[in-house]
């Protein structure tokens, strides 16, 4: 498998990234530091990792990446990939940084390695340690026998998952039709699983009717509108004690004449209305005939005595509850209409949830006891002077009108009850039948099981038949192997991995300095990395085949301190293939390359080599653009021109002097590819032409970037001599381009005028 097209917004200056071509199986990418290499390969790097692992770290280390390279310039703050593959699927993801949402489309990947700076610095540190899985590799002259039962294996391993993919579909679409047709969520994948579909037996409750039954419970939710009646509508709006006591009360008229007393009791109305009328007229005559009444005001005044004695409070007491009472009345036959509607709704959900409704109470009022009371009161009204009891009677005409209620309310909670349990009842019935539509995939699937049960005995047959064969014919320490030959070929021969995976280095006799690893220069760390990266990939095979799926990236793999070893790394790198099939013999294809460089050399060394896809990827008003590369990307023509600049106007700053020394060492470079493209060995080029300037500058700079230098050469004249050696060395061996370098820069180098020296500060 092999990446076809990258898409990328809003990540760093990837602002809208993507290549124009499919990539091919080897593919060249030429960019200076900081036109967004790194930023690209980290991507792939943590991609690789979250799809791999799927677990919360790699995932929020996917999140910290992308949010600490969201781009300022883009219009949205919203990053998006995408990676389509060979196999014309496609991996995509979303990562919104307001909510730190990941979203992540497709799953097919391949394992994407990456070779940079920060494997060398994560593989070979202060201590090392080569402890890698041994692989079931064979090198060299197979076991025939061995060889036929690991084919067989693989065959059976790959029935076995096409099996076990049938069987996973199998428990998906249960699992489909059980939700189809119970509209449950309920976690049903310990019951609905493979390994019940795979059991030899299985014991699981099944019942036919059980989806009947689902079905008549239904499947909306269930409708709670009716509620309980309301006691209080049935209660008294008076204190029934203070009526009875009231009535119980001997309450004794004013004294008064029998005749008085007589016309009171009888026209007590008459009374009162008459006064009311006189108090509007204020005449002596009678209120209603209008006759002359010459004593009406001392009749009126001794009325007005009498109704405002306690004697006539109490019995106008007494007539407020007759119109309380009435009242009373008039409430409970407000409430008979209430409580029917109630009926009927009670009716239609006790219908639907199988609830008996036959001793529903029609809600009545009793007439009878209320005119006995009615009676009682105006017996109370008319004889003040006696005790009359209603109080038990009273009680009983409410508690008759509760009791209805509770009743009522009684059945109403009955049908509530079996409202709140229609969700148990469901899920009880899910449960029940989630054990049903296992049995029965169970059951549907016995060709399928036995299939399954047969090929894994046929593994495990074939597993012990390997295993005896190993014992006879052990296999060899592949990646010990790996890790040596490489080494050799690099030309690391006097560092070895021994039996015990430790790090050895060869001088009179063997070292082991796996623990002492600050004492290796950081070039020949680097090749021990290089060889480690392969070795690892290796290790995580059993079979060289496999090794098609893997994509390799390398991240500017060589660097300045390391050009003593170029074009060994350079040809480790180009000829990966080939030299792992020599050392496994196998033959051994990789899924795909990717080489990420800044260093001109490398690019017009494999581009010259290799078939590949060549881009160049730089900076564009901050924004990262990929684009078609030359052949060949070589600034020797630049460097030349900062040289002779430098020579003629020397520079005391300190970022000119860095640079300079910088571009010197490049020159060196270029020159010693000239001389020799099997060797980079400048450093004895340069001692051999007696220039102690450059040798020493030679081994002092950084590949990074222009800009970090441990830079020796600390005075404004030693850099300038540096200058004048390199363009001495160009005269002598190029003395055709030396002599159109003196043309074009007006320079002579024969000129030993310090004192004519401009010095730029």
């Known amino acids: 498998m092999q990446i076809k097209r990258i898409s990328i917004k809003n990540l760093s200056s990837l602002i809208n990234f993507e290549n124009d071509a499919d990539f091919l199986k080897t593919n060249l990418i030429f960019g200076t530091n900081g036109s967004g290499k790194s930023t690209l390969v980290g991507l792939l790097q943590h991609i690789d990792s979250f799809i791999y692992k799927r677990d919360p770290k790699s995932e929020e280390n996917l999140k910290t990446f992308i949010q600490s390279r969201i781009s300022k310039e883009a219009s949205s703050q919203v990053m998006t990939a995408s990676v389509t593959l060979s196999s014309s699927s496609m991996l995509s993801f979303t990562f919104d940084p307001r909510n730190r949402s990941l979203i992540v489309s497709g799953s097919?990947?391949?394992?994407?390695?990456?070779?940079?700076?920060?494997?060398?610095?994560?593989?070979?540190?202060?201590?090392?340690?080569?402890?890698?899985?041994?692989?079931?590799?064979?090198?060299?002259?197979?076991?025939?026998?061995?060889?036929?039962?690991?084919?067989?294996?693989?065959?059976?391993?790959?029935?076995?998952?096409?099996?076990?993919?049938?069987?996973?579909?199998?428990?998906?679409?249960?699992?489909?039709?059980?939700?189809?047709?119970?509209?449950?969520?309920?976690?049903?994948?310990s019951i609905?699983?493979?390994?019940?579909?795979?059991?030899?037996?299985?014991?699981?409750?099944?019942?036919?009717?059980?989806?009947?039954?689902?079905?008549?419970?239904?499947?909306?939710?269930?409708?709670?509108?009716?509620?309980?009646?309301?006691?209080?509508?049935?209660?008294?709006?008076?204190?029934?004690?203070?009526?009875?006591?009231?009535?119980?009360?001997?309450?004794?008229?004013?004294?008064?004449?029998?005749?008085?007393?007589?016309?009171?009791?009888?026209?007590?109305?008459?009374?009162?209305?008459?006064?009311?009328?006189?108090?509007?007229?204020?005449?002596?005559?009678?209120?209603?005939?209008?006759?002359e009444w010459p004593e009406s005001e001392e009749v009126i005044n001794r009325y007005r005595d009498f109704l405002q004695s306690t004697y006539s409070e109490k019995r106008k007491g007494i007539k407020d509850a007759i119109t309380e009472l009435d009242n009373y009345r008039n409430q409970i036959t407000g409430q008979i209409g209430i409580v029917e509607a109630a009926h009927t709704k009670a009716?239609?959900?006790?219908?639907?949830?199988?609830?008996?409704?036959?001793?529903?109470?029609?809600?009545?009022?009793?007439?009878?006891?209320?005119?006995?009371?009615?009676?009682?009161?105006?017996?109370?009204?008319?004889?003040?002077?006696?005790?009359?009891?209603?109080?038990?009677?009273?009680?009983?005409?409410?508690?008759?009108?509760?009791?209805?209620?509770?009743?009522?309310?009684?059945?109403?909670?009955?049908?509530?009850?079996?409202?709140?349990?229609?969700?148990?009842?469901?899920?009880?019935?899910?449960?029940?039948?989630?054990?049903?539509?296992?049995?029965?995939?169970?059951?549907?699937?016995?060709?399928?099981?036995?299939?399954?049960?047969?090929?894994?005995?046929?593994?495990?047959?074939?597993?012990?038949?390997?295993?005896r064969l190993e014992n006879e014919s052990p296999p060899h320490d592949v990646i010990r192997k790996v890790f040596n030959d490489l080494l050799n070929i690099i030309g690391l021969g006097e560092y070895t991995i021994d039996a015990n995976k430790r790090l050895n280095i060869v001088v009179d006799k063997n070292y082991d300095i796996s623990n002492e690893g600050s004492r290796i220069s950081s070039a020949q760390k680097k090749i021990l990395s290089l060889c480690y990266f392969f070795a690892e990939i290796v290790s995580e095979v059993d079979n060289p085949r496999d090794l098609k799926n893997y994509v390799l990236v390398f991240d500017d793999p060589v660097d300045s301190a390391d050009y003593v070893y170029f074009h060994s790394i350079a040809t480790i790198i180009e000829k990966a293939e080939q030299v792992l099939s020599v050392i496994l013999q196998h033959e051994v294809k990789f899924g795909q390359f990717f080489v990420f460089t800044h260093n001109s050399l490398l690019y017009d060394r494999l581009s010259t080599k290799w078939k590949s896809l060549s881009k160049t990827i730089r900076k564009e008003n901050g924004v990262t653009v990929l684009e078609p590369?030359?052949?060949?990307?070589?600034?020797?023509?630049?460097?030349?021109?900062?040289?002779?600049?430098?020579?003629?106007?020397?520079?005391?700053?300190?970022?000119?002097?860095?640079?300079?020394?910088?571009?010197?060492?490049?020159?060196?470079?270029?020159?010693?590819?000239?001389?020799?493209?099997?060797?980079?060995?400048?450093?004895?080029?340069?001692?051999?032409?007696?220039?102690?300037?450059?040798?020493?500058?030679?081994?002092?700079?950084?590949?990074?970037?222009?800009?970090?230098v441990l830079n020796p050469l600390s005075e404004v004249d030693e850099l300038r001599n540096a200058c004048k050696e390199v363009l001495e060395i160009i005269r002598e061996h190029h003395p055709t381009q030396f002599a159109t370098i003196k043309e074009t820069y007006q320079i002579d180098i024969n000129e030993v005028n310090d004192d004519a020296v401009t010095l730029v500060t």
């Open 108 to 189: 097919s990947w391949m394992p994407v390695k990456v070779f940079d700076d920060k494997y060398t610095a994560r593989t070979i540190g202060d201590t090392i340690n080569v402890d890698f899985r041994e692989t079931g590799i064979i090198i060299g002259e197979v076991n025939r026998e061995l060889e036929e039962a690991r084919r067989q294996l693989e065959s059976l391993s790959k029935q076995l998952e096409e099996k076990l993919r049938e069987a996973d579909a199998v428990v998906n679409k249960t699992i489909r039709s059980f939700r189809d047709q119970t509209e449950s969520t309920i976690n049903v994948d």
């Open 347 to 467: 009716l239609a959900e006790a219908t639907k949830y199988g609830v008996d409704l036959s001793g529903w109470k029609i809600l009545t009022y009793n007439e009878s006891v209320h005119d006995e009371l009615i009676a009682l009161l105006d017996k109370k009204y008319n004889h003040m002077e006696r005790s009359i009891s209603i109080h038990d009677q009273l009680v009983a005409l409410e508690n008759l009108h509760i009791a209805n209620i509770e009743n009522n309310n009684r059945l109403i909670m009955q049908i509530i009850s079996k409202i709140d349990s229609i969700s148990q009842l469901r899920m009880t019935l899910n449960r029940k039948l989630a054990n049903h539509f296992a049995w029965e995939m169970w059951s549907d699937n016995q060709r399928l099981r036995a299939a399954i049960i047969k090929t894994r005995q046929l593994i495990e047959e074939n597993s012990a038949e390997i295993e």
């Open 192 to 291: 609905i699983s493979r390994d019940t579909l795979l059991d030899a037996t299985c014991n699981l409750p099944h019942d036919s009717t059980l989806l009947t039954q689902r079905k008549q419970l239904g499947y909306s939710k269930p409708d709670r509108s009716i509620s309980e009646l309301d006691f209080d509508q049935v209660r008294f709006r008076f204190s029934a004690k203070s009526i009875a006591d009231k009535c119980t009360e001997v309450v004794l008229p004013p004294e008064i004449s029998v005749e008085a007393a007589k016309y009171l009791k009888n026209y007590t109305e008459f009374y009162r209305q008459g006064v009311s009328i006189y108090n509007e007229g204020l005449s002596a005559e009678c209120p209603f005939c209008r006759r």
């Open 629 to 708: 590369a030359l052949k060949t990307i070589n600034n020797y023509a630049e460097y030349i021109s900062a040289i002779c600049r430098y020579y003629k106007n020397p520079n005391s700053r300190k970022n000119q002097k860095i640079f300079i020394g910088n571009v010197i060492r490049r020159v060196l470079e270029i020159l010693s590819s000239f001389e020799s493209l099997g060797s980079n060995d400048f450093q004895s080029f340069l001692d051999g032409m007696g220039k102690p300037k450059l040798a020493l500058l030679a081994n002092h700079l950084s590949h990074e970037s222009f800009s970090r």
